[in-house]
């Protein structure tokens, strides 16, 4: 049985850090690509970051400031999205969902979505 399992997600201050785990069940992540979306409110959903099938790691969001760190680790079948220097803009449902091999592509080419964690930035 295939599934993803976020968790993490909660209340924390401006300029907290904050670290999410995506747990993934039933299959391998060799062959696979993880990607780690958001949506917040009235907005569309987004890619933050997306991890390959050979490790490799592609920045969509605030990638100068290098506030979001993608990692996974293969032991555990767990790809994790460290969060540093939070804003309330970064309020949000996080979800992840996988995608065969790479990361290039649409949001409509990943599948088996979790059910997301949700990630509130306020004083």
């Known amino acids: 049985q295939v599934q993803l399992v976020e968790s993490g997600g909660g209340l924390v201050r401006p300029g907290g850090s904050l670290r999410l785990s995506c747990a993934a069940s039933g299959f391998s992540l060799d062959y696979y690509a993880i990607g780690w979306f958001r949506q917040a409110p009235g907005k569309e959903r987004e890619r933050v970051s997306c991890?390959?099938?050979?490790?490799?790691?592609?920045c969509n969001v605030d990638c100068v400031q290098g506030r979001f760190a993608i990692s996974r680790d293969k032991a555990k079948n767990t790809v994790y999205l460290q969060m540093n220097s939070l804003k309330p803009e970064d309020t949000a449902v996080y979800y992840c969902a996988r995608k065969s091999w790479g990361c290039a592509g649409s949001s409509g080419d990943y599948y088996d979505w979790g059910q997301g964690t949700q990630v509130t930035v306020s004083s």
């Open positions: 991890i390959t099938w050979n490790g490799a790691s592609i």
